[in-house]
């Protein structure tokens, strides 16, 4: 008995995803479905390849086809199409699929960390990304990545940006020197960002991940106005000082028709290396309750580990140099679920395109 291409299909339309809650097949993820004889060979073309269900799902598709009667062999190739999500009326940066923001209400919980190392991570899982540092005053992701070279011009007189760890980033901190203050005013740093968006050589990018300012000032401002963001990132600590800055920037971006992605929890806990005792540092839980209250979702909580302190200063992201690591994994995990809002924000508008 021959196996169909109908009888495939049929197979495949039980794989649910479980982020946008329909099957691959009405979703439009089967691609190329190839028979000969007994055996099935197919690809399915996730909306990310970011996507932390994809083994799951290439196990399922494979266990679904080989219970066709007659199916000898099934063998589903991954491959990801990341698809653009922004705002309308608000022109995009060349290249740039989505551009995704990491805010926070305050200095001092780890945005920074944060966004090196979802950008890191979201490489590893094999999009293209670069990381643009617009904390015009505080430009540390230089030093995070290891980059101590200025960048270089093309001979359109574009900036090409420096690449680490499998990313592309720009920085002020890479254009004055490590001891000269930027003291610009409001209209200065608009400007700035405009040119990191538009006179940077980003090239092809499933992601653009920006690392914002502390507070609600005039950067994030700058960006909504110019150009489209597919959603933030917020980051906070557990303790109430910091989640209740937080919920000032989850505003700021609603105001602002900026999606919020979720929150993360970062510094949520210490395990000691020598008794295993978990020590609440800063408290417990409070981006979990805040991410409820505000009816965002709540994206994951990032222990303590001294490596994520020195591999800052270093240059070396503790998603690089230490993957298995609970830290590491759990920033691996956060940029999945990251990737996943996205997907399901782009679903949403598309669905909103057709229907219109």
Known sequence: MSVTEDQVLTALRTIQDPDLHKDIVTLGFVKEVRIEGGEVDFVIELTTPACPVKDLMKAQAEKAVLAIPGATAARA????????????GRQAV?????IVAVGAGKGGVGKSTTAVNLAVALAQRGARVGLMDTDVYGPNIPQMLGIHEPPEVSAEQKIIPP?????????MGMLVPEDKPVIWRGPMLHSAVQQF??????????????DLPPGTGDVALSMAQSVPVAGALVVTTPQAVSVSDVKKAVSMFRQLNIPVLGVME????????????RTDIFGNGGGERMAEEME??????????????????DGSPIVSVAPDSPAAVAFLDVAGKVAAQISMQAMRTLRVIQTA
């Open 77 to 88: 190739r991954m491959t990801a199409e990341v698809r653009a999500r922004g705002g309308m």
């Open 94 to 98: 060349p290249g740039v699929r989505n």
């Open 163 to 171: 690449q680490a760890h499998g990313i592309k980033a720009i920085s």
């Open 197 to 210: 968006m538009r006179d940077v050589v980003w090239g092809e990018l499933d992601y653009l991940v920006v």
């Open 266 to 277: 970062n510094m949520s806990h210490f395990v000691c290396g020598h008794c295993g005792e």
């Open 296 to 313: 965002i979702p709540f994206l994951g909580a990032v222990p303590i580990d001294t490596r994520v302190r020195s591999g800052g200063d």
